[in-house]
């Protein structure tokens, strides 16, 4: 509920809230008293009108016509008693001194002192807690004697107590029902001030980890939520990407930490062998052009290392920082690893390798991919193969296989080696940067651990996915690419049909 209609809700409710209070209240006590129906109380006072109305109809006909009766003791006891049944009474005074009271009054107001009306009469007063009306009226006794009747009736039937009652039960409802309304409204929204106040004051002293919200209600974005809310979520959302952006600084720190301790590690000891041949050569210590030779043809091999590892560095930097742009093109990826493993093909077999490939009877099958860091991608993996095989110590024929295969969304290249395989301490972690296997082998042997990673970060740049497991005899890589959607062909007469 949205706080405009909260506080449109509120004023309504002090409005109309005190008024059934207050009727809840008049009804609880009538029914207390034996009052079952508010149309009751009306009709007798009603009725009570009209019967004191007859009565003094009577008497001020009999004033007019026959004063004689008021003389007559009986009469007047029958009238006072006729006007006790209405609530009313009459004080009788006959030249200046009461002739007649009441018993009726008598017994509401049994220290009165009549005499004193005679004189000066109010309008009103009261006598047990009820309001009386009076009324003076004069006339003659027949032997010509000064006569005088006060009338005393009840005009209203509700004790007096009850208007100051009404009146503070009103205020009382009234200041409740503001009270209970007040706190409910500005809870809602004080409340949530509150917590983004704290909020706020915590991502101000640089701590991100304080969850205003959780991520259900984050999903809770809809109409039906108050401005507050809204304004919660958007503050959560901001919070929760500023986390993850400093977070991301501060993993690229982190990896740029990494990056300039493994660049230092792994350029300090072809360096170093550098500077020692180059020593060697200046020293006279390669005294032979055989040995000057072999001096300079490690050198040139430890230089063309530097320049390798330099350039994987550089571009795993780059993908980890994702401004690598991809080029894709739609490649039929038949063709494609046929052509390539026919390049391989020669080169591998220098290391007494052999390389096949099969595509499983599959005629055709099109991905989008950049080509030249799909070219990295195959080059790395087979690298790693021929690296470990080189190292294989058993007197099997080395070999590698490739299998194109494919399922219903993706293209499935599995490439299989019978080396040594991954322990399985090493298998979840081959694809992390930095990360070898052997740990005994220097990074010219055992490479910069970067390739792996590379292929990792290039596959997922493509959608795809990659994996590694063994084989019962070697590891098996497999490279996911999502293939690419057939374009849908309408002919020409298509946009026409019927159907």
């Known amino acids: 509920m949205s706080i405009r209609l909260k506080l449109y809700m509120s004023y309504l409710a002090m409005t109309f809230v005190p008024v059934i209070l207050m009727l809840c209240l008049f009804l ?20 009570e009108r009209f019967e004191q109305a007859l009565v003094y109809g009577e008497l001020t006909y009999v004033i007019e016509h026959d004063t004689g009766k008021l003389e ?8 006072q008693q006729e006007l006790a049944e209405v609530w009313a009474g009459l004080v009788v005074v006959r030249n200046g001194q009461i002739a007649n009271v009441s018993s009726f009054l008598q017994d509401i ?20 807690l009820y309001r009386f009306g009076t009324h003076n009226i004069q006339f003659q006794y027949p032997d010509g004697s000064n006569g005088q009747m006060i ?23 009234i200041t409740l029902t503001s009270f ?10 004080i409340k949530p001030i509150q917590s983004l106040k704290t909020a706020a004051l915590r991502i101000k002293d640089g701590d991100l980890s304080y969850q205003l919200l959780d991520s259900t209600n984050c999903k809770n974005f809809a109409s039906g939520v108050n401005e507050i809310e809204q304004l919660s979520i958007a503050f959560e959302e901001m919070r929760v990407r500023l986390k993850s952006s400093i977070d991301q600084s501060l993993q690229y720190e982190e990896n740029r930490k990494q990056l300039l301790s493994h660049i230092s590690h792994d350029l300090k000891t072809p360096i170093s062998a550098i500077k020692g041949y180059i020593e060697g050569i200046l020293d006279g210590i390669a005294n032979t052009d055989e040995m000057r030779e072999r001096y300079l043809q490690t050198i040139y091999r430890k230089a063309a290392h530097m320049d390798q590892l330099i350039d994987e560095l550089f571009l795993f930097s780059k993908l980890d920082l994702h401004t690598v742009a991809f080029d894709f093109k739609p490649v039929e990826l038949v063709r494609y690893l046929d052509h390539f493993m026919e390049e391989q093909q020669f080169e591998l077999e220098k290391s007494d390798i052999a390389l096949s490939f099969s595509s499983e009877n599959i005629d055709q099958l099109m991905i989008s991919a950049d080509l030249e860091k799909l070219n990295r991608v195959l080059n790395n993996i087979l690298n790693n193969c021929v690296k470990y095989l080189e190292f294989d ?59 792996l990673a590379i292929v990792k970060q290039i596959v997922e740049g493509h959608n795809g996915m990659v994996t590694a497991r063994n ?27 019927d159907h």
């Open 109 to 128: 107001s049994p220290n009165e002192n009549w005499s004193a009306y005679i004189e000066q009469l109010p309008e009103e007063l009261s006598f047990k």
């Open 471 to 497: 084989a019962r005899q070697g590891a098996i890589f497999t490279i996911k690419l999502p293939k690419m959607e057939p374009a849908k062909v309408v002919k020409m007469n298509a946009a026409y049909s």
């Open 28 to 47: 609880t006590v009538f029914y207390i008293v034996g009052k079952h129906d508010l149309r009751e109380l009306s009709e007798n006072q009603q009725i």
């Open 151 to 173: 009338l005393f009736r009840r005009i209203d039937p509700i004790p007096i107590f009850w208007h100051p009652l009404v009146l503070a039960a009103l205020l009382g409802f």
């Open 180 to 189: 209970l309304l007040t706190y409910y409204v500005s809870r809602s929204i």
């Open 393 to 451: 110590d058993n007197n099997l024929p080395h070999r590698v296989q490739v299998r194109l295969k494919q399922d219903e969304h993706f293209a499935v290249i599995e490439i299989e080696d019978n080396g040594p395989g991954i322990t399985e301490d090493d298998l979840p972690f081959i694809f992390d940067r930095f990360y070898r296997a052997e740990k005994s082998r220097n990074s010219e042997t055992g490479g910069s651990g970067l390739g």
């Open 72 to 79: 007559d003791k009986a009469y007047l006891d029958e009238l």
